[in-house]
């Protein structure tokens, strides 16, 4: 009897491992030009909201990030747009990481995952807002 619960735990131990294994995030390298421009929309949408995040956090405007996040509801809600309107023609990015290299040869990285992340983070200093929308 022991020897067949051990058995089932080892089976069961391994079947989270390889589940929770399965859903961490991949890279995906984007070589089609369609898909770089794409992925460049949804860059160029959250990079002004992130760079204003960044500036509010280093000027301690705000005592976390997402505090200062929630300062810029329209830029939070423009990006989000562009990221599902993104999701929605590319459904296999959700939740991944991508990269690809511009005609320049600088190269650019984006995490889905993080993002999701980010847009269903709750308002800590607009309790009443919600999600960020």
């Given at each position: 009897m022991k020897?067949?619960?051990?058995f089932l735990l080892v089976i069961i131990t391994t079947a989270i491992s390889?589940?929770?294994y399965a859903e961490k995030p991949?890279?995906?390298?984007?070589?089609?030009p369609s898909d770089v421009q794409d992925a460049m929309k949804m860059q160029k949408a959250?990079?002004?909201?992130?760079n204003k995040v960044a500036e509010c956090f280093d000027k301690k405007l705000a005592q976390s990030s997402i505090e200062c996040y929630c300062l810029y509801p329209t830029e939070a809600s423009q990006a989000k747009t562009v990221y599902e309107s993104t999701l929605s023609q590319h459904p296999n990015w959700r939740d991944q990481g991508?990269?690809?290299f511009?005609?320049?040869k600088k190269s650019y990285q984006l995490s889905f995952y993080g993002l999701r992340h980010r847009f269903e983070q709750k308002c800590p200093t607009h309790p009443s807002s919600g999600t960020l929308r």
């Open positions: 020897i067949i619960s051990l390889f589940n929770s991949i890279n995906i390298e984007l070589k089609s959250y990079e002004p909201l992130f991508i990269y690809w511009s005609d320049e």
